[in-house]
């Protein structure tokens, strides 16, 4: 994966350094990705997708206030990622409490089996399960004692038999005797005979129907690019209650192939393996995989401020929907009275007599302009919804605003006496039947 991640984190780099995103930069920057993409084995029909989807989204989409055109792009391209691999969500095995939980892991000789097998007694005994490794591989020669070996490092049970005759009758046994002894998880290792899809799945269903198991796992060989799709296609269609691992992912230069082809055929990805050793296992988190294939240590920041951005936008759009007068709304109308002049020359070229409102005859110049302040020591998640504002949040408000807490005190009450009556004024209004109620 070094190589795919070093070409996207590059590419994120020069989209932080363009000074402009026009059509040409924009179709430079997608055409890099493609052949990023294309190199780590990625399918043509998953690449043009991926770009289709990039050009209109950055075509389309506002670039939200405080952000920049490259930020979104940026977003967008994480984002779009992030659903080739799967999407946000993360798969997890579902481990029943109290009872034994057997898991079987099938896939062809070679793909990493045993060693995930011991990766995955090692994830468990250290999440607090009793955990035991069953060998069901009678056919290669020396697997019997690489499985034990590797319970023995990790430090769980073990069952297998050197010269047994068959495999699902070990299997079995170690189930039997594992379930009897109150295991909380049963790890099986079979052997992959097989190479062909077809026959590999027959041989998974066989051993399944003698043990029951709770889950089983495909062991992919994520070396072999987007091949891996038609195995995991196979095993999809083949088996409810399964999830793949996809594992060597730390050497290989087509493991993006592997994941997204994988992960297009609808199957689930629940962990990855990132080396030989006992303690490189991942559970797959496309969000966190993405994040590190873009070498970005602060996007998870940049995301997190898109998505404040958009939860404020709804929120003020849900506000003006339902009429809410909130205090972003009291703000902009006191910053535009401040930005018209002097509120005194206002108020004399009304014609006369003019009154304000009851609950702004404090509305001084001078406190207009510390209402102002005082709002501007506000977030606007309480802008627009003033009623969280507690006392904690008062304080702080009155010390960014070097105002008093009865200052901010008074702006509230002034605020909720100008919603309360906009609130009976509307009630009236809408009383008068034909008035056209639009505007106001
Ligand atoms: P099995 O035949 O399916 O049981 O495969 P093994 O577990 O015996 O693994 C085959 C080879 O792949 C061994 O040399 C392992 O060390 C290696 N291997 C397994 N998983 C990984 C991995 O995540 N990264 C790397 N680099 N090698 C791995
Ligand atoms: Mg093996």
């Given amino acids: 994966m070094e190589s795919l991640r070093k070409g996207l984190t590059e590419i994120i780099a020069k989209i932080r350094r363009s000074s402009i995103i026009d059509e040409k930069t924009l179709k430079e920057l997608i055409r890099g990705i493609q052949r990023e993409l294309l190199k780590a084995d990625v399918s043509v029909e998953i690449v043009a997708e991926l770009s289709r989807k990039v050009e209109e989204r950055i075509k389309k989409e506002k670039i939200p206030p405080g952000f920049s055109k490259q930020e979104l792009l940026i977003r967008i391209i ?8 799967g999407g946000e969500s993360k798969y997890s095995i579902r481990l029943k409490k109290g009872t034994s939980n057997v898991i079987m892991l099938v896939g062809i000789q070679g793909s990493g089996k045993t060693t995930t097998a011991g990766k995955l007694a090692y994830f468990f005994k ?3 399960f009793k955990t ?3 060998c069901a591989d009678n056919y290669r020669p020396g697997a019997v004692d690489q499985l034990r070996q590797l319970a023995e490092k990790v430090g769980v049970a073990f069952y297998g038999e050197e010269n047994a005759h068959s495999a699902i009758e070990v299997a079995k046994k170690g189930v039997e005797k594992f379930r009897n002894e109150k295991y909380e998880v049963i790890i099986v290792d079979t052997a992959g005979r097989h190479k062909k899809e077809r026959e590999l799945i027959e041989e998974m269903k066989e051993i399944a129907s003698a043990i029951s198991p709770d889950e089983i796992i495909l062991v992919l060989d994520g070396t072999i690019g987007r091949q891996a799709g038609t195995q995991a296609e196979a095993f999809h269609k083949a088996t409810p209650i399964g999830s793949i691992i996809i594992t060597k992912l730390d050497g290989a230069a087509r493991g993006g192939g592997a994941l997204a082809a994988v992960t297009k055929t609808g199957a689930s990805i629940s962990f990855i393996g990132m080396g030989e050793k006992i303690e490189e296992l991942e559970l797959f988190d496309p969000p966190s ?6 070498g970005m240590g602060d996007l998870k920041q940049l995301i997190e401020r ?7 936008e709804k929120l003020r759009l849900t506000a003006l929907a339902s009429g809410k ?3 972003l709304d009291m703000k902009e109308q006191l910053e535009s009275l401040t930005k018209m002049g002097p509120l005194r020359k206002l108020l004399e070229l009304l014609p006369g007599g003019f009154k304000l409102p009851e609950g702004f005859e404090e509305a001084s110049e001078e406190n207009i302009h510390k209402w102002v302040a005082i709002m501007n020591s506000m977030t606007q998640l309480e802008l627009l919804k003033p009623e969280i504002i507690n006392r904690s949040r008062m304080l702080r408000i009155a010390k960014g605003s070097g105002t008093t807490l009865r200052d901010v005190k008074n702006l509230l009450e002034a605020y909720n006496k100008s919603r309360k009556l906009l609130k009976k004024m509307m009630r009236r209004a809408k009383r008068l039947k ?3 109620l639009t505007g106001i």
């Avoid at 994480?78 to 691999?85: A, C, D, G, V």
């Avoid at 995989?289 to 873009?294: G, I, P």
């Avoid at 898109?306 to 404020?312: D, I, Q, S, Y």
């Fill in 306 to 312: 898109f998505r404040k951005a958009e939860a404020l």
């Fill in 132 to 134: 035991a490794l069953v």
């Fill in 434 to 436: 034909g008035l056209d």
């Fill in 325 to 327: 007068f909130t205090l």
């Fill in 78 to 85: 994480y984002e779009e990622l992030i659903k080739i691999l």
């Fill in 289 to 294: 995989f993405v994040s590190r294939l873009l």
């Fill in 126 to 128: 250290n999440k607090g």
